[in-house]
């Protein structure tokens, strides 16, 4: 009998490819095919038809298009079709658009963003030629602080004063934080700053900074877990936390900045992703908008509502259109903030 | 029998991977010496086929793990250079991206050595000691492995935030980046050590303590030394986790820059304002520190002269 127990280990020896060999090759190519499987399956998912809406957000909105779908699915137009949102960070939604997840209605919360998808050639260059000027919400940069205001925060200067913490997301990571900067920097040219004395006050309050989260939820979460004593934030986004019954007060600053969230078809997407789009620009749809804390950009709706009215609201375009603001504000080597950061850093990096 | 005993006796006699010639195989082989000229070709081919198919297993292995980590890292570098070597230093030398990678690294050195004795400890009392509840608490160790990253960070900012119930508020400070890095690596320690620990033989204690050793010299002559192996593995996988943690830290951090920022916070700030080769060169630059202490761990207990305990 030439068969035998005993398997001497010898490379090439005595026979070919055992049987052990075998079902150890086998399993190795198994698991070299797997991530070859699931690679498949984006393609598997295919294009949508005119039935269903990609719809790509930001994190903020999702409560109010719960809402929003519910009710556009009883429109004629909106009968029979399912609108399949995707909520996260603005700028990380922007980036994944343009490097293909399937969307057929962008929604972000500043105009960059909207840019970035513009730039690849998925949304018309045209896209804020529209009534509202591309825009679907409007809201403003509020002050949140805990129930009856006790180190009574009222106003910017208040918000540089010793021993106040202010908790405000990073500029790099969080599109709300680049709205509560320059609704900071705004404030102090509207109140006949210059431009120096407006970039010495945003020093002194990331000086008070307490918590820099790296996004406007985060943010949130931080404040609510009981550090800091001003939170600055969407006020849609405070309205919210506020229904949800969260220990907060809301506070309008006497100047703040108008919030503009930019919506917009993308080329390919089918006739339902307009008729959406018409939704939520249309009276029922910025009713509901309103009733979400969101502040409606259609005059007609607005009048029935009573958000409160900051002295002076200013836009960005007050202060250069974002296009030039990004750069020269947020850019992480050469913009103004990260020169404040880094001379504060200098100071607290021994701390 | 005979093709039997000759196989022991190449095992025996023999530990070379020759073929054994034809005075040297059984009486069954003598057949093929008739056939020579064709004999040699066709056993290489027979030994080529063997040996590819034998190599098939290496080589998918290989392509699994180039297609897995190798790729990435390349585009990675490739990215982190793509707009020149000026933009690749001016990312690495920023003095934010130099303040979160001299925390993080700092931070999970640290950490790591804590950990490596508090593991140590933690799988002694796990292996030696039985008390009601080791089922529960063993697996309780386990918790920071499944745990979705973010949950322990929302977690230990209600513990050792501003609101915490022992009234410790470690947010916005180092020491609340040490904490969350330290309750993530913490299982990798203990699951290092545990499995050695388990197999060490105590009849080798007992005879170093009948023969008048001291429980510490027990523990430094004959334990210690046994176990430094999976001590260093743990310490090198808690490392590794440490510096490439974000989802547990970045809450209770408060992600202030300059001060408790960590690296990855920074990497993901740039990769969210279109700074993507920046982000790249600092993340190479992560990457490539981890690697050297990585090695220079893998060196460490390579020295110690003991097989490699993971």
């Known amino acids: 009998m030439h068969t035998s127990r005993i398997h001497p280990v010898k490379p090439g020896a005595r026979s070919g490819p055992s049987r052990r060999a075998l079902g150890r090759g086998l399993g190795l190519t198994a698991l070299a095919a797997a991530p070859l499987a699931l690679l498949a399956l984006p393609a598997a998912a295919g294009a949508q038809s005119g039935g269903s809406v990609n719809l790509v957000s930001y994190s903020t909105p999702k409560p109010a298009y719960t809402v929003l779908a519910q009710d556009f699915a009883k429109t004629t137009k909106g009968a029979g079709v399912t609108v399949s949102p995707s909520f996260g960070p603005s700028g990380t939604q922007a980036t994944s658009v343009v490097d293909g997840l399937p969307a057929d209605v962008v929604n972000f919360s500043l105009e960059p963003d909207m840019a970035k998808v513009v730039k690849a050639g998925l949304v018309s260059s045209s896209w804020d030629k529209t009534a509202t000027k591309g825009m679907v919400t409007d809201s403003i940069v509020s002050f949140v602080v805990r129930p009856g205001n006790p180190k009574h925060i009222t106003t910017w200067a208040d918000l540089v004063k010793p021993g106040v913490g202010v908790i405000t997301p990073n500029v790099f990571s969080s599109g709300g934080a680049k709205w509560n900067i320059m609704a900071a920097y705004g404030a102090e040219i509207h109140q006949g700053k210059t431009p120096a004395q407006a970039q010495q006050y945003l020093s002194q309050l990331l000086h008070n900074a307490v918590a820099q989260p790296s996004s406007a939820s985060a943010a949130l979460q931080t404040f609510l877990s009981g550090q800091g004593d001003v939170l600055l934030d969407y006020e849609d986004d405070a309205l919210y936390a506020k229904s949800k019954g969260e220990a907060v007060d809301i506070i309008t600053p006497p100047q703040t900045i108008l919030i503009e969230n930019p919506i917009a078809v993308i080329k390919t997407a089918g006739s339902s992703a307009q008729a959406f789009v018409s939704y939520l620009l249309s009276p029922a749809g910025q009713k509901i908008w309103a009733e979400q804390g969101y502040r409606p950009v259609l005059s007609s709706v607005a009048s029935q509502f009573h958000f409160p009215k900051p002295k002076t609201l200013f836009t960005i375009d007050s202060l250069g259109g974002w296009t030039s603001v990004n750069v020269k504000f947020f850019d992480p080597q050469t913009g103004i903030v990260t020169h404040v950061e880094q001379s504060l850093g200098v100071s607290t990096a021994s701390g | ?310």
């Not at chain 2, 900012?157 to 400070?173: E, I, K, M, R």
């Not at chain 2, 904490?179 to 990798?188: E, Q, Y």
């Open chain 2, 1 to 310: 029998m005979t093709n039997l005993d000759t196989t022991v006796g190449d095992l025996g006699l023999r530990p070379s991977s020759r073929d054994p010639g034809p005075a040297e195989r059984g009486p069954g082989r003598r057949r093929n010496t008739r056939r020579n000229s064709l004999v040699a070709p066709c056993s290489a081919l027979a030994h080529a086929g063997a040996f590819g198919a034998k190599a098939a297993g290496p080589t998918l292995a290989v392509t699994y793990l180039s297609l897995l980590v190798l790729l990435p890292v390349a585009a990675l570098i490739t990215n982190a250079f793509s707009h020149g070597l000026s933009t690749f230093w001016a990312a690495v030398t920023q003095p934010e991206a130099v303040a979160a990678l001299e925390l993080t690294l700092a931070a999970a050195a640290i950490v790591a050595i804590v950990n490596s004795v508090a593991g140590l400890a933690v799988a002694f009392v796990l292996v030696r000691d039985d008390f009601r509840g080791k089922s529960i608490v063993s697996a309780v160790i386990d918790l920071p492995f499944a745990l979705p990253t973010i949950v322990a960070g929302l977690t230990l900012l209600a513990l050792y935030g501003a609101n915490s119930p022992f009234h410790v508020d470690l947010a916005g400070t180092r020491l609340g980046v040490g904490t969350a890095l330290l309750f993530v690596t913490l299982p990798f320690c203990v699951r290092s050590v545990q499995p050695v620990l388990a197999e060490l033989d105590a009849e080798v204690e007992d005879a170093a303590s009948s023969l008048g050793a001291t429980r510490r010299q027990v523990l430094r002559r004959i334990l210690l030394p046994s176990l430094l192996p999976a001590v260093l593995a743990g310490a090198g996988l808690a490392f590794a986790r440490a510096v490439g943690e974000f989802g547990s830290v970045v809450l209770i951090s408060g992600n202030i820059p300059f001060k408790t920022e960590v690296a990855s916070s920074w990497i993901f700030s740039l990769s969210q304002s279109d700074a993507l080769p920046a982000a790249s060169a600092v993340s190479i630059l992560l990457v490539l520190i981890s690697l050297i202490v990585l090695l220079g761990i893998g060196w460490a207990r390579r020295r110690f002269n003991v097989p490699e305990a993971v």
